[in-house]
């Protein structure tokens, strides 16, 4: 049977996601709780694989079992929780039809990125810390034009492993929450390899002065990632919704 599980983590103490040798990597703590509690090996592919230091309010994966989980499927979900460690949170357990797959079956993914100005004690590793004044009405700007584009490789990682660049997004703005906090919003089909934060250091750019919209426009014309900025830290990065079809649950 294919079950799908919705977590959620602090990623501060992780190297990232996906498997690594000599590292310590979500996948892998997942992996071994899951293996404990059903005494079996159990491989596990999520909706995306986040960088070292990127949080998760909800992150998808499946995995296969021999038994049938249900009907007693919140009791599994407590044993769940109970061998992962307290920065991995499992929300819900639920069986998908075998052919489902975390990654290749969801339709989109969104994601949001924390920008705080001044120093803030209790949210280490969750915020990007950003004292310089910004104009978010110029980076709004910007971000916009990235709703009429289609191919991003200037905001991916090099040497990346993909066929295309091309992604559909349909949401890219900034909200003021208060001028102490300042969040970012972007929805898409797929990301890139470091796309976001990719994007998050060049709109700071345009944000600062130091690039103009235009310049900006002429980033994404250029499909050169030596022409962005530089990525944005991996703190106060979260992808926080991964929608799928709901004809997949059983």
């Given amino acids: 049977m ?16 996906q498997l690594q ?27 995306g694989r986040t960088d070292t230091g990127v949080h998760a309010l909800q992150q998808l994966l499946h ?24 920065d991995i949170w499992a929300k819900s357990l639920r069986a998908v039809k075998p052919e489902v797959h975390a990654r290749y079956s969801a339709l989109s ?18 915020v990007y810390y950003f004292h310089r ?3 978010v009405e110029k980076m709004n700007e910007a ?16 040497h990346t492993n993909v066929k295309h660049f091309r992604c559909h997004v349909w949401e890219a703005r900034w909200v003021d929450r208060g001028g102490e906090n300042l969040v970012f919003y972007v929805a898409a089909n797929r990301f890139l390899r470091n796309m976001v934060r990719a994007i998050v250091g060049t709109l700071l750019q345009v944000g600062q002065g130091r690039m103009s ?21 991996a703190d106060g990065l979260f992808l926080v919704e991964v929608k799928y079809p709901e004809d997949i649950y059983l």
């Fill in 2 to 17: 294919r079950y799908f599980l919705d977590i959620a983590y602090n990623g501060a103490r992780y190297h990232g996601w």
């Fill in 21 to 47: 040798n000599n590292a310590h990597t979500l996948q892998a703590e997942v992996e071994e709780g899951l293996g404990k509690l059903f005494r079996q090996p159990i491989r596990i592919t999520g909706s």
């Fill in 63 to 86: 995995f296969d079992v021999e038994q049938e989980l249900e009907p007693a499927l919140e009791e599994w979900l407590y044993k769940i929780n109970a061998v992962l460690p307290p």
């Fill in 109 to 126: 993914r969104r994601y949001e990125y924390h920008i705080c100005r001044h120093k803030d004690p209790f949210r280490q590793k969750q």
């Fill in 133 to 135: 004044p910004l104009d």
């Fill in 143 to 158: 971000a916009a034009l990235m709703l009429q584009w289609e191919d991003f490789e200037c905001f991916s990682k090099i």
């Fill in 213 to 233: 919209v235009l310049e900006f426009q002429e980033v994404l014309e250029s499909r050169d990632r030596s022409k962005a900025g530089r990525s944005a830290p």
